[in-house]
């Protein structure tokens, strides 16, 4: 062989390793220009996460106690002296008959307050007549509960008891029997009193408490 030949197959064979080592990577050429390798992003992890054990130093809340509700202030009395003056019964009182009037037989009916306190006297007195049925009736009007008189201890009301005219069917008896009108259903034990000679028939009646024995006769 030639030496210009021989020249010419050593200057292609550099050239080939030349370009060789110049040339890209089978990764290089696989995927184009060179990427720099990211690194991938962390994954959660799947284990359950444990509760974090409570502080020591945390103390349990003490419910709040319940308040109280203020008492309730007490009432202002009444101004009314009276407001507490209650009817009176048989059993605040004494009673006394005396004949007023021969003639017609017409007794003077008087109570007196034994307590020791003021009770109201309501409407007429409840009489009967010994063992008779019936009781007297009412003569005259009443004052209301609040025009009634109110009997302070030691103080006396009158009523008049007028007798009947003698006739076949009338009777005499020798007591009567009383009891107060107290606008309720208070039980009372009947007060007594000696009336001999009284005359009992349908004309019986008896007027309401007054203050004076001359009213309780006038009428």
């Not at 690194?39 to 419910?63: I, R, V, W």
């Not at 009037?101 to 003077?108: F, I, M």
């Not at 006739?167 to 007594?192: C, N, Y």
Request: proline share 11%; net charge negative.
């Amino acid at each position: 062989m030639s030496t210009v030949r021989r020249a010419a197959v050593v200057l292609v064979a550099v050239s080939a390793l030349a370009l060789t080592a110049c040339g890209p990577s089978e990764d290089g050429a696989a995927g184009g220009a060179d990427v720099p390798a990211t690194t991938p992003p962390a994954t959660a992890s799947s284990a359950p996460t444990e509760p974090s054990a409570p502080s020591k130093s945390a103390k349990p809340t003490t419910p709040a106690k319940p308040t109280a509700p203020a008492p309730a202030k007490p009432s202002a009395p009444s101004t009314d002296p009276d407001y507490d003056v209650f009817p009176c019964s048989t059993y605040d009182l004494t009673f006394t008959a005396t004949l007023a009037e021969p003639t017609t037989s017409s007794y003077l009916l008087k109570i007196t307050n034994k307590s020791g306190k003021p009770c109201r006297v309501l409407g007429h007195p409840i009489v009967t007549f010994g063992d008779l049925e019936g009781q007297a009736t009412a003569r005259g009007t009443a004052p209301g509960i609040e025009e009634a008189i109110r009997l302070a201890p030691g103080e006396s009301a009158y009523a008049g008891l007028m007798g009947g005219v003698k006739g076949a069917k009338s009777k005499t008896v020798s007591s009567i029997s009383m009891t107060m009108d107290t606008e309720s259903d208070l039980e009372q034990v009947p007060l007594k009193a000696a009336t001999p000679g009284l005359n009992v028939s349908d004309d019986n009646s008896v007027t309401a408490w007054m203050d004076n024995s001359e009213d309780a006769l006038s009428l």
